[in-house]
């Protein structure tokens, strides 16, 4: 476990040197450095991250080319090819990892005005993505895909969404922030929508139904699963009422910071309004679906995300170096907290130790 707190450490403290005023060109060469170390994890483990088995039994169970096994054709044919190319599960996690750390680091040093801090946030709340399973790729794609959003490129967006469907079906719902991002409602139409969205789940279960309907084939399939066990975790050992809790604190922290902050920040970056729209709809999502089923708030993960770009222009617009202090201060105490949360779950023992091809 130290493992992890000592990373988180050192993060800490690049990221505080980041806040003071690093040269931007020093900034992102250590950020580059974090990256490729992180990337390098990612597939050098062995036996460490959730799903760990399944992953490595359906790699194993491959004999040949296009097998139907259910699972996306992007993941599935680069699975295909470690196995039957080089019969190595590290060459295949190489080959992922090197897509999702692209994408990713590219997304955050394009989005965020404090790319260490962001990626603190991330190595805080899930790892950096280190452990990854086959979403966090397909996140990782949208996440850039943002970049042609705030541009309003409208194909190579389309080409990013149906790219990291290759990867994860869930992805399509990312297709609703193109028109998200653009809305300029005033924050108490939307503080009433998000929390109206608290209430709505009953009509969100119905909606998934149709959806399912109209999908067919493993959508219809995986929804009925997801749906069919409104007490299940998928791994999650707090009982649903305090994930509830846990979640609304965390989204409703950032939701209400951001907004306090928006006139300020929006008039020195126009598209903090269009990240923050996007997370308030990922929160819409997320309130919608934990009480059916807590898997099914995956739906929200491609739109969570923007919460690590949201929390450093917060940081960055306060206005002294006071404030910027105090707030760097408490933002590393929530990080910790949500660190520990994120060790300290029913995941524990696929997390600690860390474990590496050289332990074997």
């Known amino acids: 476990m130290a493992f992890y707190f000592i990373i988180f450490g050192v993060l800490v403290l690049f990221a505080f040197i ?68 080089f019969d190595s599960f590290t060459v295949m996690l190489f080959v992922c990892g090197a897509i999702l750390f692209a994408f990713q680091s590219a997304a955050i040093l394009n989005l965020s005005p404090l790319p260490i801090m962001s990626l603190l946030f991330l190595w805080s709340t899930q790892a950096a993505n280190v452990l990854f399973v086959r979403q966090w790729i397909a996140c990782a794609i949208l996440f850039y895909s943002v970049k042609y959003i705030v541009s309003r490129r409208f194909l190579p967006f389309i080409f990013l969404v149906v790219l990291a469907t290759m990867f994860h079906r869930t992805a399509l719902i990312f297709l609703f922030s193109w028109w998200f991002y653009k809305i300029r409602w005033k924050p108490w139409i939307l503080y009433a929508i998000l929390l109206g969205s608290i209430g709505c789940s009953s009509f969100a279960a119905l909606l998934m139904e149709h959806l399912g309907t109209i999908a067919g084939g493993i959508v219809q399939y995986k929804l009925e699963v997801y749906m069919g066990d409104s007490s299940n975790t998928f791994g999650q050992a707090s009982s649903l009422a305090f994930t509830i ?8 922290i950032i939701i ?105």
């Open 256 to 360: 209400i910071f951001s907004f306090i902050m928006l006139r300020k920040i929006e008039a020195n970056t126009p598209e903090f309004r269009g990240y923050l729209n996007l997370y308030w709809f990922g929160c819409i999502l997320y309130f919608m679906t934990i009480s059916i089923s807590v898997a099914l708030v995956r739906l929200s993960f491609p739109f969570d995300i923007l919460q690590i770009v949201l929390l450093p222009y917060i940081i960055v617009n306060l206005p002294n170096k006071q404030w910027k202090f105090t707030g760097f201060m408490l933002v590393c105490l929530y990080f910790t907290l949500r660190l520990f949360s994120f060790l300290f779950s029913s995941y524990y023992e696929s997390f600690v130790p860390f474990k590496t091809i050289f332990n074997y």
């Open 245 to 252: 809790i846990k979640g609304f604190a965390n989204k409703i």
């Open 18 to 85: 980041e806040l003071l005023g690093l040269n931007k060109r020093t900034c992102r060469v250590l950020f580059v450095l974090f990256s490729l170390f992180f990337f390098a994890l990612s597939f050098l483990r062995w036996e460490t991250g959730t799903d760990w088995e399944t992953y490595y039994s359906s790699f194993d169970s491959i004999q040949d080319w296009f097998t139907d096994n259910g699972l996306e054709p992007g993941y599935a044919l680069i699975n295909e090819f470690a196995k039957l190319q």
